[in-house]
């Protein structure tokens, strides 16, 4: 009887903590995935249009989102900066990222009916 508590104590802890460890991965996931390179306008035109590399934009993306792109940013000089995005609807725009830990990605922002950016995700398809 002994034995069936103190394995019912051990997997209690070890789900504790792989829950615990799944969280903290979940929540800087964005920066430790997309988060490798700065963001490099000329780099980020030229991987538009090539299938080579599979996470061909992902690297930039976090420091983009984070130190690139500012809330209130015109939706112009998004395109400026950015170039065409795969992506238009109203007033969302997703930029492809590639093929990042076996699943495609996009960068997306969201505009204001005044066409200033309001938020960015990376989100996966």
Known sequence: MKLINWASIAFAIFTLVLTVVFFAWWMMKDSLVFGSDKFDQVKWMQHATTIETDCKRGDMAY???QHVL?????????????GRPSYEDGNAMEYDLGKCMHVYHG????????NRLINSRISSH
């Open 63 to 65: 420091d983009l989102q």
């Open 107 to 114: 960068l997306l922002l969201f505009f204001d009916e005044n």
């Open 70 to 82: 500012s809330k209130g940013t015109s939706k112009e000089a998004v395109g400026v900066l950015l």
